[in-house]
């Protein structure tokens, strides 16, 4: 803490003060940190433009900056910035379009504070999406600096869906994660392997889940043709072909594999001549996605 505390004051950053946290107990710093040393982590989502304005709006209206952001330093050459943000970019945006010089941070000592993001992250609840592509661009990250096995970052990440999702998003960016979501929740685990041969295993999965839905947006365009219209299309399709839907409780489960496969099958069999609007009305369920 005491080198901490001369590093930040070496940044040209003030301490406010120094203490430990009253729920577990950990030390932390309170420092006013030139702004300009402040950035977000590089693997979390974009910003939204109008929950900046909104920010802007209220602090230059009650003229008061009340929440502080949460930074670790990181002591990266390649990296103008010395403070990385897992959880206030949005506030970070706002401050400096107001001019602002410094901002205020809990400085967090451990540097892996800056992959908790999904935990840490309470300003503005995440969709699917957002998730699923903040979790594969920490993935990524993760996977050039450490030789862990994946599922030991299973806080970090939240649900081993949001890997192969994202992987789905980067290669599709309107992807419907919220139909297979459900599904890919009953047959995805965290990998006993590094994270760098969990990626390959990955890749190959995001591929197929890809490969399927090609199938079930065929399917959801017969039935536009037929007249059938519903917001909820591609989740009744979906839905239909599940493997997982009437399996009997103990039988043993599926792995990714299987279950794809057989939901591959069934949407290459799916009748669209054998659906009535009746069928759509009675299914129900989640739109299309979960945004």
């Not at 970070?92 to 993001?117: D, F, N, W």
Request: hydrophobic share 40%; net charge neutral; glycine share 4%.
């Amino acid at each position: 803490m005491a080198e901490l505390h001369r590093l930040i004051e070496a940044d040209e950053g003030k301490v406010l003060s120094v203490y430990r946290d009253p729920y577990g107990g950990q030390w932390l710093v309170q420092a006013a940190l030139p702004i300009d040393l402040v950035e977000p982590t590089p693997y979390q989502r974009n910003l939204s433009d109008t929950h900046v304005r909104k920010l802007e709006g209220v602090i230059g209206k009650i003229g008061r900056f009340l929440d502080p952001i949460i930074a670790v330093r990181i002591a990266k050459p390649d990296h103008a910035a010395k403070y990385w943000t897992p959880n206030g970019n949005h506030r970070l945006s706002a401050m400096r379009t107001l001019g602002a010089k410094s901002i205020v941070a809990i400085v967090v000592p451990e540097a892996a504070a800056a992959y908790q993001i999904l935990a840490l992250n309470t300003e503005k609840a995440h969709n699917l999406r957002e998730k699923a592509v903040e979790v594969i661009r920490m993935y990524r990250e993760l996977a050039h600096l450490d030789e862990a096995m994946e599922e030991q970052y299973a806080l970090e990440f939240e649900e081993p869906v949001f890997i192969t999702l994202g992987l789905c998003y980067e290669e599709r960016p309107r992807f419907s994660g919220g139909a297979y979501h459900p599904v890919l929740k009953r047959v995805e685990e965290f990998l006993k392997k590094s994270l760098r041969d969990s990626l390959v295993i990955r890749q190959r999965w995001a591929r197929t889940l890809l490969e399927l839905d090609d199938q079930i947006v065929k399917q959801v365009e017969a039935l536009k043709a037929k007249g059938l219209t519903s917001p909820y299309l591609k989740s009744f399709i979906v839905a239909r072909v599940n493997p997982i839907r009437f399996r009997p409780k103990d039988a043993p489960p599926l792995s990714f594999d299987d279950a794809l496969d057989r939901m591959t099958q069934a949407a290459q069999k799916f009748n669209p001549d054998k659906i009535k609007m009746d069928d759509l009305a009675k299914s129900g369920g989640a739109p299309e996605d979960s945004e």
